[in-house]
Structure formats: C-alpha cells, structure tokens
C-alpha cells in the first residue's frame, strides 16, 4: 500500500453509497453549509454558465441552478452521481478535460482525498482560465473530542485503540495547497458551524447518514467491544445528556490561471 493511501476510497463510495437513501435526514446541516459556502459568490460580480458539483450530495445543484447555473454533477459514489448531468468520478483522477468549466463547486468531500495536492491541481486544470474554484473541507479540530474519548474508552476496554476520526489539515495547510496548485488570488477562511444534540448517539447517526463514517485504511475490520461508544460518549456528554459539537470548516477560493 502507498503511504499516500491514507483513506480506502472503496469504503468511502460504498459509505455515500450506503447514505444516499438516508441524506434526507441531514439535508438542514448539508444544505445551510452549502448556503454559506456559495454565499461567496454574491461577491464576485460574476455570472457563472456552467459549474461542476464534485460531491455535493444534493446541496450544491439546486442553489446554482436556483442562479441559473448549469450543472454537472460528480461523485464517486453513482447512487449520487444524479441529476440531468451527471457523472460517477473521483476528484483523484478527474474524468473531465481542460478548461471545461468556468465554476467548480467541491463542498464537504475532498477530506477523504489521498492526494488533495494532485486533486487541487487537477480541479484548476478543469477550470476556464477566468473560472472560479470555491472547496470546503472540516478543519483540524473536527470531532477531536470525539477522537480523544474514543481512544480513551477503547484503552480501558482493549489496552489499544485503532484509529476511528480522520486527520484534518489545518487552515495555513489549506492556504498552502491552494498556492501549491497554481490557483490565482487563492483565499482560505475559516467558517465555524455549531451543533447540539438532544442525545449523543444521534451524532453518530447524522455521521453515518451523510456518509461520512470511518474509511481510514488504517482502521480496524474487527467488531469493536459493545461498551466502546456508550462508554465514549457518556464522557463528552454534558450533565443534561446534551452533546455540543464545534464544526470548524475551510472554505477555500481561487481563480483559474
């Protein structure tokens, strides 16, 4: 295995596979972070004709079309690869030519990208040479108290623990990234979403119905011990039982070049 595979991108289709039923149920959050990431473009000026949507699970392509946008869809998994246009892809190896695109929209799923450098690169090749590119992906931070009270459990329960939460860059790795693949006036802003749930199980849910479950190549096939998530959650809980979760997000902006 290259030491570039950090994520098994067969678990992360068979994942937003599995989740495609089920996204109606975390359609509010996709949909408002959608909402603020392609708020952006109001300040732009520009008028957009024909846009990419790399991985939006339904949240991205209504809002440009409600702008007159035309859209393909891409996905790496197909039973999200839907809509008029629509094609089954993975950003790492992008089915698309050069300069085909003058708005690229990948909101929420270059995070499970292996090699996101090779990904930026080739997104800007796709765009035209005055396109826009405009990605968000979940920052360092990201369920790190969820992380710290697994490993935490899973120590107590097995004396070890396998990695179950992705890493994530943090916001001068994303600048960096976005000059490192040759995009024009790059941006990279940090957006803070808050999240309560009435009970903490229902976090792991909403991670489960929008895909977004442990596909690190690394992790552990074997099941893991019954108390484990009982016994982590009960530790990040607070006295009412309510779980309060802090989602800090990258949204980052280039121009074709």
């Known amino acids: 295995m290259s030491q570039m595979e950090i994520f098994d991108r067969r678990a992360v289709a068979a994942h937003r596979t599995r989740a495609a039923p089920r996204l109606a149920k975390v359609r509010p959050v996709l949909d408002e972070l959608a909402f603020r990431v392609l708020d ?3 300040d732009t000026g520009r008028r957009f004709r024909l ?3 790399i991985g939006g699970r339904g949240a991205v392509a209504p809002l440009l079309n ?3 946008i035309e859209v393909v869809t891409c996905d790496i998994s197909p039973a999200l690869a839907h809509g008029t246009a629509s094609v089954a892809g993975d950003p790492e190896f992008l089915p698309f030519g050069p300069a085909r695109f003058d708005l690229i929209v990948a909101h929420m799923s270059l995070h ?5 450098p090779g990904a930026l690169i080739q997104l800007r090749q796709a765009l035209t040479p005055e396109g826009l590119f405009i990605g968000s992906l979940p ?3 990201t369920l790190s108290e969820l992380r710290s009270a697994l490993i935490e459990a899973e120590e107590v329960l097995t004396g070890g623990a396998a990695p179950r939460v992705s890493p994530f860059p943090t916001l001068a790795d994303c600048a960096g990234l976005m000059q490192r693949a040759g995009f024009a006036l790059p941006i990279a802003e940090r957006e803070e ?3 309560e749930y009435a009970e903490p199980f229902a976090l792991l849910r909403d991670l489960r119905d929008a895909g977004e479950t442990n596909a690190l190549s690394a992790r552990s096939r074997r099941i893991p011990p019954r108390a484990l998530f009982p016994m982590a959650l009960a530790t990040i809980a607070g006295s009412a039982g309510r779980l309060r979760i802090n989602l800090p997000i990258a949204v980052l902006s280039g121009w074709g070049s």
């Open 139 to 141: 920052l360092l931070g």
């Open 66 to 68: 409600a702008r007159g």
């Open 51 to 53: 846009a990419l949507d």
């Open 193 to 195: 979403v808050d999240l």
């Open 40 to 42: 952006r473009l109001d």
């Open 112 to 116: 499970w990208v292996n090699d996101l």
